[in-house]
């Protein structure tokens, strides 16, 4: 039996289409267009995760759900913008279409809640990421992803923990004492409660919330709800526990080639390397090649840029905000690897000293003997006895970027950077339900991300799949006129014999 045969076979049968829900469902439906649009393909990849899924399930037992049954129940809750398991069995159990989608009869019982949940939890991140891979290679063989230029960017997602749950790490590591802890504040009168609580838990006025924010520390505080869970802050926004999503889009039709997540603390200069691999991984399945790489001025580092060049791809990252392409008043001697001052002064290489963002940075220092004397002393240095100056080892890649920022090129690749990573990011968390995770740990929240990406490409398969369609019809009409003038003439002498 072929694949057509096979699939439509399982069409016919209770585990795919219903009569009494696809008769009754509205036909123009989105769950109907990806069962009958892209049928086949869809059944494919959905029946692929029984095989991947097999060793997560025994020979004996009560049956549990259907693989197939609950990545489309997953895949619904993203489409939907549903916040929990909760929420997406009891919008289901009212939708024909989604009771449709899902295969499952009008009266037929639903799966639990909480089944979903422990469904989440047993299977691997490889099986979601496959899944992603396999949505991903239909958008690329429908032609809508060139893979040549990818725009990264990334986003905070809320943790499903609140402030009031951060505990200092020495607590936590001691059990019997923060027992203790907590059996002695349940004697201590409020006022001294209040001194031990958490930041956060006073409310917005408290004087202990202003010296909470100067003092709140990743490595001395930790969630005891969700360990993984990181603090962090934007511009303008208050201080919550989050995870960072990094989201790499293909510019050609905003379609996206990789998500992953990762702890909210860590720097996006420090996560590109992996999202540019991760993303390579993901495209050279398909035959396509990475070419260039677009992203602001967050995932400058030595590291990154070194990366990008063996890669040999090219980058069109803004350098940070401490990077100077020139030293003003001082001359840089390449030949014998030093500085010269307005007076002539030499600036001697001393050591190397390492440094997050810059990598390696080589320190040139002037003599406290020359400053001394130097009429513009009090210009230059202050108070200092000499003057120093901190280059990285990589200067050469930044003055690079530096001098490739400033093409025309640039500028444009700065326009589509913003147009075509930001918007998408949007309706990631605006509408497709990555404005929190409502799981615990950095795995379930990796699996949550790929889920609204796989929701995200999906939905675009489908608008390019109707619009192509669309473009056809036209085309047919077009080709049509000629003909339909040439019936209409044949006709009119036709009539004009008799």
Known sequence: MGIAESYLKACKGKNYI?????????????????????????????????????????SEGQQSIDPVVFFK????????????????????SMRLDMLFFIGY????????????????????????????????????????????????????????????????????????????ELNEEERLPEQSKNDNLPPGALGKGSDKNNEWNKSLSNHALQSTTDKD?????KP????????????SVDTANHVITQIQSDFADKKDSQCLPSLVHNTIDNLSEDGLQIEEVLADGNYSSSEALRMLEEENIIGYIPNFGQYKPFRKGFTYDKENDRYLCSQGKVLEYKYIKASHR??????????????AICPLKNQCIGKSLHKTIAVTVDKDLFDKMHNRLKTPMAKRMKKLRSSTVEPVLGTLVNFLGMRRV??????????????????YNLKKLMKWQSQKVQVDIK???????PLVFILSGTIKCYYLMI
């Open 475 to 481: 085309e047919l009409r077009y080709s049509l006129q």
């Open 105 to 180: 009869d009008i009266d037929e019982p639903l799966p639990w809640h909480s089944t979903l949940s422990r469904t989440r939890q047993l299977y691997g991140e490889d099986i979601f990421k496959e899944l992603f891979r396999k949505v991903l290679s239909l958008c690329i063989d429908k032609g809508m992803v060139a893979g040549k230029r990818q725009a990264m960017d990334s986003v905070y997602v809320q943790a499903n923990a609140s402030m009031e749950s951060l505990q200092k790490k020495e607590v936590l590591k001691d059990v019997d004492n923060y027992t203790d």
């Open 229 to 233: 869970a990181r603090v962090s802050v």
């Open 358 to 371: 810059n990598g390696k940075m080589k320190q040139y220092r002037s003599s406290s003997k020359d400053c």
């Open 236 to 247: 303008g926004k208050s201080r919550r526990l989050n995870y960072l999503a990094q989201v």
């Open 438 to 455: 409502y799981t615990k740990g950095i795995s379930l929240a990796d699996k949550c991300m790929t889920m609204a990406a796989i929701a």
């Open 18 to 58: 219903q009569n009494n829900c696809s008769n009754l469902s509205n036909s123009r439906s989105g769950y109907r267009k990806i069962t009958f649009t892209a049928g086949l393909k869809i059944y494919l990849i959905f029946n692929g995760c029984y095989k991947e899924t097999k060793k997560y399930y025994g």
């Open 73 to 92: 129940l997953m895949l619904i809750g993203y489409l939907e913008n549903l916040g929990s398991d909760r929420r997406i069995i009891s919008t289901v």
